[in-house]
Every structure is written in C-alpha cells, then in structure tokens.
C-alpha cells in the first residue's frame, strides 16, 4: 500500500490495529487460555511498531541492523504473535495453534521457537535489562540501530527495572526507548492500591531518562512521539502510554479478571462483533 500523507497512514494503522485485536480475541478464544486484557491494550503501540517505525526485515529475521523490540510483559504475546504473523514471519494459520502442542506459540514467548522474536520473555522485571543489554551492544560495535522495550506498568514494581534504568543513563543509551503500557491494572488489581507506582515521570526524569507521556490509544500521538524521537540526545527515552485494559471489548475494559482468561462463546461473538464495527 503506497501511503502519502500522515493521515492517511494514520488511518491504515488504525484499520491494521483493529485487525489485530480481531486476532488476539480469536487465537485466545480458541485455545480457551491467554491474556486479553493487556493485549488488547498494547494493540494500538505494537501495530505501530511494527508496520510502520520499527527497521526489521521478514527474510532475514537476524539481520545485524536491525532494530530490536522486547515484549517484556511476556504473557501479552498473543498482540505479538498476530503482529508477527501479519507481517510475515511465519505463517497466519500457527495463530490458531496457540499453546497446542505441536505449534511454536507459546504462552509466554520463546525466540527458539518463534521467528522475529528477539529475546525470549514471562518473567517479569527482566526485559529493560536485556535491552539495555542490546542497545549497549549496538554502541559498542558501533551499529544503528534502536531497541525498544515495551512493559507492563505492574512489572515497573520489580527492583530489578530500576537498575536497568540507572545502567541505561550511566552509558548514555539514547538508542533505548522503553514504553509503559499503563493500563493502571496488574494481576489482582489497580496499580495504585497493589503497589503506587506514581509519580512515574518524576521517578524516571530522576534517573537521567527523557520522558514523554502520550494517550496509548491515539494513532496519531503514538506515530508523532516515535517517529520524533531525538537522536542526538545523550540519554534514553521512557514514554508512559496511558492505556485501557481490554482496549475495544466493552466488558474486558478496565477489569483485572480479564487479566488471563478466555471469553466463552457468547462472550467471543459480543467480542467479534465489537471490534469489527469499531472501524
């Protein structure tokens, strides 16, 4: 599809996002076990990513230049999974397989089994190190590329995050971009009464990172945040997405039980039927 205009692209990603949460709803459904809820919310920053920002190339899934993306709330891979497929990595028809013995998609990630995937993810906390790791690794063999972490706004309570994000200032890391999904909901409840993990900006502006905080949702803010991002800073970027869980199904909006659980059938064809008028 030949784009011209930022509406116009705009407007094909919003199409493509609704596309995928059609997928996510249908892969979890059939294998009757998943993760809708933050899934769906991540639908919007992932499409983005990977049909339009992120440098990668379907035949050659190792490509040193690259850039790189880490899902590291890994149990929302069913939004990864679709992202991949549609791109081209493997073929549609594995969707259906999900967490079947027998096919490559995991509930949680696995970079053995999964072209695309650049590190294997479900234990929370780990991913921004990783990254960290990648884009380290970029400066020192001197390549450009970026990577890009995605995580979860209950995973930011692991310790082990914050020492990432002191690492990724000490050196500098400007070609790393974490994105929060901030939904405001983790496993059993909201963020603020688990564990507050407010004030978020304040807390990363200290650690030395640019932050940026956009609507997760907004096709247009998403694209104008990531495709302006500044490579002559000296520091990494953090940008807070404020999101909704369950994004699109009004009865998995704003739920924790919809945290990791399947629709029944009544539940799916409300479900189906939702995303596909919201055009």
């Not at 035949?59 to 791109?87: M, T």
């Not at 993990?197 to 905080?213: C, Q």
């Not at 495709?227 to 953090?238: A, G, M, S, V």
């Amino acid at each position: 599809m030949h784009i011209c205009t930022f509406r116009e692209k705009a407007d094909y990603l919003k199409k493509k996002a609704r596309e995928v949460r059609i997928e996510i709803i249908k892969m979890i459904y059939k294998a009757q076990a998943g993760h809708p809820g933050g899934s769906l919310s991540a639908a919007d920053i992932v499409t983005i990513l990977y049909f339009d920002i992120l440098n990668i190339d379907v035949n050659r899934p190792q490509w040193e230049k690259r850039d790189r993306f880490i899902l590291s709330k890994g149990h929302a891979c069913p939004v990864w999974y679709v992202c991949l497929a549609k791109k081209g990595f493997f073929p549609m028809q594995e969707l259906s397989k999900l967490r079947k013995i027998g096919g490559i998609l995991q509930g949680h990630p696995d970079m053995r089994k999964v072209p695309g995937l650049d590190m294997t993810t479900g234990s929370l906390g780990q991913g921004l190190s990783a990254g960290v790791g990648m884009a380290l690794g970029a400066k020192v063999q001197k390549l450009n590329f970026k990577t890009y972490v995605l995580l979860g706004d209950g995973e930011i309570n692991e310790g082990q995050i914050w020492e990432a994000a002191m690492s990724a200032n000490k050196f500098k890391l400007n070609n790393l971009i974490a994105i929060l999904d901030y939904n405001n909901l983790q496993l059993d409840g909201f963020c603020n009464e688990v564990m507050p993990i407010e004030p978020i900006g304040d807390k990363w502006r200290s650690f030395g990172w640019d932050v940026k905080e956009i609507d997760g949702h907004n096709i247009k803010e998403i694209l104008t945040v990531l495709e302006n991002l500044k490579d002559h800073q000296d520091h990494p970027t953090f940008i807070i997405a404020h999101t909704i869980k369950g994004k699109g199904v009004s009865f998995m909006e704003n739920l924790a039980e919809w945290h990791g659980k399947a629709p029944n059938k009544e539940q799916f064809k409300q479900a189906i039927k939702e995303l596909e008028a919201n055009k």
